[in-house]
Each structure stands twice: as C-alpha cells, then as structure tokens.
C-alpha cells in the first residue's frame, strides 16, 4: 500500500518550502508531502492521486491565493476525498474566512502564520488530526480498478476476463459512487463525441494509467500476461486452454518438449467457470473450477510451457512434417504436432430479446462475477445438465429464489445424482420442468441503460405462457464445439465435433486417413494433429476424462515424433 499523502498549498515559494520542510521531517517516515504552487497545480495532482486510488490524510492550503482562494480549492478537492483533514493557513486572521470555510467545506483548523516554532504551533494540531483520520477511515485498495456500470455489457466482459486469469481487482458501480463517476467524468476523453459522453468501463491502474473501454488484447497487455509467442517453432502447440489442454501442457512441458499453449479467454475451459466439482477425484470437500484452473495454470508454467492470452487462432495446415498456426494478429507458429482442445461454448437461446440484454442482465455460463450484484433477487437459470445445477447451488447462496427452468420432466438424464439431492435440499431454489423461455424483456429497449426486467416462459405441454419479473437470466441449454477454423482441415461430424482414431471411418472423402498404419487413438486424419477433451467426438463431457485425454495426447505424440 502506498503511503497516504499531506499536501500543502500555498503561492509563495519561501513559504512552500517551509511547509514541506517541516512535514517531512516531522511525517516523512510515515506520510508521503507532496507540494503545489497554486489551487489549479495540487487540484491537477489530487485527480492524479485518485487514480492510482492513493489516499491523502491532510490538506494544508493557504486561504489568500489568486485564481482559486484555499476554500476554493478544499470545495473541490474533498469531492474526490472527502474524509481528509482541512486545515487553512492565512498570515493574518481572517474569520470571515475561517466561518465560510467551516460552513462550506468542514474545515478542521485555522492557523496563522508563522507558525515557528512547529513543534508548538503546528505538530500538535496535525497529530491529533492525523491519529483521528488514521482511526476512522479506511484505506483504498490498491489494485487495479474497474469503474462502469452493471448493466454495460462491455463492463461485463473486462470483469469477467480478469476473474477468469486470476488478476485480483476491484469492482467500482458508477451508478451508486458518486467519486468514482465524478473521477471518470473529470477524464479528458469522458467529454469526446465519439466516446458517446461517459465510457464505460474505465479501468484505472496503481500506478496512475487507465484504459478507457479496453480491448481484452490492451487489458492483457497492460496487466502484464503474454500475448506473443518468444519463438517461431515448437515441438508442441496446443490450441485450447480448458483441463484437456492444460493437462497436456503439464505433460508435454514436463516430458521435455517445447510447447506453448494458446487461449483465446483465459485457462479453465467451460469448467473454470464452475462455481464447484464435488466429484473430481482427489478432492473430498470439491474445489472451483478457477482454483482447477489456477493450479494448473501454475504447473503449466513450472514446467516451461509458454501460455499466449488472450490470443485466437485464425486457421491452421500442414505442410509435410510441419504443422502451422496463423493466429488473429497475423503471427504464424509452426510445430512438429498439435492438440486441438478448444472445448465447447454454451448453446446461444434463440429468443427475442436475449441479444440485446446479453451482459445486462442476460448472462451465458455462471458469470460468477455478477452473483454478488443480485443479493436478494429473482434469479432465473436455463438448463437441466451438471452447469447448470452447480450454478443454481452457488447462486442459491446470493438470490432470494432462484428458479431452474427445464425443458424436460426430469433431471437424472442429465444431471450427477448428488447435484439433484442438494438442489432438492436447498429451499430457496425452485425447478420448473417442461417449460422455457420464449421472450426476455428489457427496461428501456434501445437505450444504454436498457436491462433485463421481465422474462415469458412457456409451457410446453398446455402450450400457455407467463411473464415473470427477473433481475438476471443464466444460459446452459448444450453446449457447441469451438471448431469452425478446422473445419477445412480436419475431419468434423455433422454436429462439428472432431473426428479422431477409429471414427474417421466416418469421415467424407475430402479427410480420409491416407497413412498405412492406423491412426492413433485421438489422432485426426491429419497425422501429428490430436484431438483432446469435449472437442472431440465421443468424448466424455466430465473434467476427469479431458484431462486423462490430454495426458494420453501427449503420449501418442511422443510416439507419432517416433515415426517422423
């Protein structure tokens, strides 16, 4: 944490000096002093400081400066920090403005100067003002900061891509601080027309920098995650981040080949998402699917594996023992072999409305970052498979009801049997089967501040339909493979899984095995291009089996380099 600050005003340099003088020999240890010639000069600096979100525990200002008086200046500067001590300097008395400051700003003291010796006429008023705003107020976080508002879905998006990497920061809603809107409004791009008045989301860092509005390609960049490759070749590249391609990395990282594993979002698949795996083997009491994440991403890069984030593959191909990357930025990567574990997304609900409110209300997977903001709401979550119960359950502990909408009459088919036994046991969560939704409706439809309001659920037996209020609707109704810059590639089924081993007899004519020996258990029709996780056809869509996939991968590459 950054030392809290003592500033001092005032327009003669002799006395400014003097100032600083005796608040660095009396403070320094403890306070950073920092100085300004003038009301408009520290005003500059307190936006500064409120910026990098570092606290300033006393103003000393002079009363009778040009341009901007000293309660001119504390008027606007306790917008910013309102619980700092004020203190008022004037070489002779001046009551008139001693009452308007006390009146109009709580101004703390009034001293005169000279205050020689300060030992006497200044320390003891400063300790006590000092000791009194160390007790009281609390010290800001000093991480980074991101400021927007709850229904932006671009404010969705920054926070849900830092929760996923595991960069702690904090959540600033400008709709009920008032500093934090008064801080984005005083940025000079906050007034550009082509910002649209007031962005959404600013992300302010400590050491004073922000992004207005960022890409998740400037995000990472700023926070420091690797983005590009060190290296034009590899022995391994490994497309997709989720447990089948992280377990792969640790293998192929810890085996000795150099490999360099891409992601488009961040490490964890579908299942870093998971507000909790009861029945992953080796954790009794269950574990999240960031802490899966975490670990693994920490073993990954024990072992050397180069990590690229938020990067995108734009195509792949293969050029006789080689095989080529060209990712989104144009960066091309070449390899001896590759896994593909893109995993799956969630199915996209096709009703009107759901678009417009995605990121207002409207949320696919758990979108853990956004519970805490529905405390003691309706809550509202699609789909009847193990995502969606784990989510029901987390929610559950936020949500005054949340209300599980199932499109068949049951839940053994597809949901684990303990899921289906807590959910019956939690009493604020409610199932309604043979229903879904047909409409979501927004507050203000084609504005801005447009958020999810109302939700028509339709019966599918008696074919009847209701609205309901709901603050939030969570979507896990199937999942869809992550496939479509293989296509042209490797051999896909009708669904767009991809086809490995004995499967690709049921590959077209375009992607038939060509080699005389067979392929390998998870290898595709291209030879030294593997398939791992929820990907691949036939797979089973538990964490276990993609990450005993990707281990398995890793072992069949050490055999097909072998072979070449």
Same mark, same amino acid.
């Given at each position: 944490?950054?030392?809290?600050?003592?500033?001092?005003?005032?327009?003669?340099?002799?006395?400014?000096?003097?100032?600083?003088?005796?608040?660095?020999?009396?403070?320094?240890?403890?306070?950073?002093?920092?100085?300004?010639? *003038?009301?408009?000069?520290?005003?500059?600096?307190?936006?500064?400081?409120?910026?990098?979100?570092?606290?300033?525990?006393?103003?000393?200002?002079?009363?009778?400066?040009?341009?901007?008086?000293?309660?001119?200046?504390?008027?606007?500067?306790?917008?910013?920090?309102?619980?700092?001590?004020?203190?008022?300097?004037?070489?002779?008395?001046?009551?008139?403005?001693?009452?308007?400051?006390?009146?109009?700003?709580?101004?703390?003291?009034?001293?005169?100067?000279?205050?020689? /010796?300060?030992?006497?006429?200044?320390?003891?008023?400063?300790?006590?003002?000092?000791?009194?705003? *160390?007790?009281?107020?609390?010290?800001?976080?000093?991480?980074?900061?991101?400021?927007?508002?709850?229904?932006?879905?671009?404010?969705?998006?920054?926070?849900?891509?830092?929760?996923?990497?595991?960069?702690?920061?904090?959540?600033?809603?400008?709709?009920?601080?008032?500093?934090?809107?008064?801080?984005?409004?005083?940025?000079?791009?906050?007034?550009?027309?082509?910002?649209?008045?007031? /962005?959404?989301?600013?992300?302010?860092?400590?050491?004073?920098?922000?992004?207005?509005? /960022?890409?998740?390609?400037?995000?990472?960049?700023?926070?420091?995650?690797?983005?590009?490759?060190?290296?034009?070749?590899?022995?391994?590249?490994?497309?997709?981040?989720?447990?089948?391609?992280?377990?792969?990395?640790?293998?192929?990282?810890?085996?000795?080949?150099?490999?360099?594993?891409?992601?488009?979002?961040?490490?964890?698949?579908?299942?870093?998402?998971? &507000?909790?795996?009861?029945?992953?083997?080796?954790?009794?009491?269950?574990?999240?699917?960031?802490?899966?994440?975490?670990?693994?991403?920490?073993?990954?890069?024990?072992?050397?594996?180069?990590?690229?984030?938020?990067?995108?593959?734009?195509?792949?191909?293969?050029?006789?023992?080689?095989?080529?990357?060209?990712?989104?930025?144009?960066?091309?990567?070449?390899?001896?072999?590759?896994?593909? *574990?893109?995993?799956?997304?969630?199915?996209?609900?096709?009703?009107?409305?759901?678009?417009?409110?995605?990121?207002?209300?409207?949320?696919?997977?758990?979108?853990?970052?956004?519970?805490?903001?529905?405390?003691?709401?309706?809550?509202?979550?699609?789909?009847?498979?193990?995502?969606?119960?784990?989510?029901?359950?987390?929610?559950?502990?936020?949500?005054?009801?949340?209300?599980?909408?199932?499109?068949?009459?049951?839940?053994?088919?597809?949901?684990?049997?303990?899921?289906?036994?807590?959910?019956?046991?939690?009493?604020?969560?409610?199932?309604?089967?043979?229903?879904?939704?047909?409409?979501?409706?927004?507050?203000?439809?084609?504005?801005?501040?447009?958020?999810?309001?109302?939700?028509?659920?339709?019966?599918?037996?008696?074919?009847?339909?209701?609205?309901?209020?709901?603050?939030?609707?969570?979507?896990?109704?199937?999942?869809?493979?992550?496939?479509?810059?293989?296509?042209?590639?490797?051999?896909?089924?009708? *669904?767009?899984?991809?086809?490995?081993?004995?499967?690709?007899?049921?590959?077209?004519?375009?992607?038939?095995?060509?080699?005389?020996?067979?392929?390998?258990?998870?290898?595709?029709?291209?030879?030294?291009?593997?398939?791992?996780?929820?990907?691949?056809?036939? &797979?089973?869509?538990?964490?276990?089996?993609?990450?005993?996939?990707?281990?398995?991968?890793?072992?069949?590459?050490?055999?097909?380099?072998?072979?070449?």
């Amino acid at each position: 944490m950054a030392k809290a600050v003592l500033m001092t005003v005032d327009d003669e340099p002799q006395v400014l000096n003097a100032v600083e003088r005796d608040l660095r020999k009396q403070y320094g240890r403890d306070y950073r002093v920092i100085k300004a010639g *003038s009301g408009a000069e520290a005003l500059e600096t307190v936006r500064q400081l409120k910026q990098r979100n570092t606290p300033i525990a006393l103003f000393l200002v002079d009363q009778r400066m040009p341009t901007m008086s000293g309660t001119d200046f504390l008027l606007e500067a306790i917008k910013y920090y309102p619980e700092a001590r004020k203190v008022l300097l004037s070489a002779y008395a001046d009551t008139e403005a001693a009452i308007t400051s006390i009146n109009t700003v709580g101004l703390d003291f009034y001293l005169m100067k000279p205050w020689d /010796p300060p030992e006497q006429n200044l320390f003891p008023v400063l300790d006590d003002l000092l000791s009194d705003w *160390s007790a009281t107020v609390d010290l800001p976080y000093d991480g980074i900061r991101v400021a927007g508002s709850l229904w932006s879905p671009s404010t969705h998006n920054v926070k849900d891509f830092l929760a996923r990497n595991q960069i702690p920061y904090q959540w600033v809603d400008i709709e009920v601080d008032d500093q934090a809107r008064l801080l984005i409004e005083s940025l000079p791009e906050s007034s550009s027309e082509e910002l649209g008045g007031l /962005p959404m989301p600013v992300v302010f860092f400590p050491d004073g920098g922000y992004l207005i509005n /960022p890409s998740l390609e400037e995000l990472a960049h700023k926070i420091g995650l690797q983005t590009k490759a060190t290296q034009p070749f590899y022995d391994l590249i490994i497309i997709g981040g989720g447990p089948a391609g992280l377990a792969a990395a640790v293998y192929g990282g810890s085996e000795g080949l150099r490999t360099v594993m891409i992601e488009r979002e961040a490490t964890g698949g579908q299942a870093g998402t998971s &507000s909790r795996i009861e029945n992953y083997l080796g954790f009794p009491k269950g574990l999240s699917g960031a802490d899966l994440a975490r670990r693994a991403f920490s073993q990954t890069k024990r072992f050397g594996v180069e990590i690229l984030l938020p990067q995108e593959v734009k195509s792949i191909r293969t050029e006789g023992q080689y095989r080529y990357v060209t990712l989104k930025d144009g960066t091309e990567l070449s390899c001896h072999a590759m896994i593909i *574990s893109t995993g799956v997304s969630v199915r996209r609900l096709d009703a009107p409305g759901v678009d417009a409110l995605t990121g207002a209300g409207v949320y696919y997977g758990a979108a853990l970052t956004e519970a805490a903001a529905y405390r003691g709401k309706e809550i509202y979550v699609v789909g009847g498979a193990n995502s969606a119960g784990q989510a029901a359950m987390f929610f559950s502990r936020y949500a005054s009801n949340v209300t599980m909408l199932v499109r068949s009459s049951n839940l053994t088919v597809s949901m684990s049997q303990y899921l289906i036994e807590q959910i019956a046991a939690t009493p604020n969560i409610k199932v309604l089967y043979n229903v879904e939704v047909i409409e979501a409706i927004g507050t203000n439809p084609g504005l801005p501040d447009n958020r999810l309001n109302e939700l028509v659920i339709s019966d599918l037996e008696s074919n009847t339909s209701w609205k309901v209020p709901a603050s939030a609707l969570f979507i896990f109704i199937g999942m869809v493979p992550r496939t479509e810059v293989f296509a042209g590639e490797v051999a896909l089924d009708s *669904s767009g899984f991809v086809l490995t081993g004995a499967d690709l007899a049921k590959a077209g004519p375009a992607h038939r095995w060509t080699l005389k020996r067979d392929p390998y258990l998870l290898e595709t029709n291209q030879p030294g291009i593997f398939a791992a996780g929820d990907v691949r056809h036939g &797979s089973v869509k538990r964490v276990a089996s993609a990450v005993g996939e990707g281990a398995i991968a890793v072992s069949l590459i050490h055999q097909y380099l072998k072979t070449v």
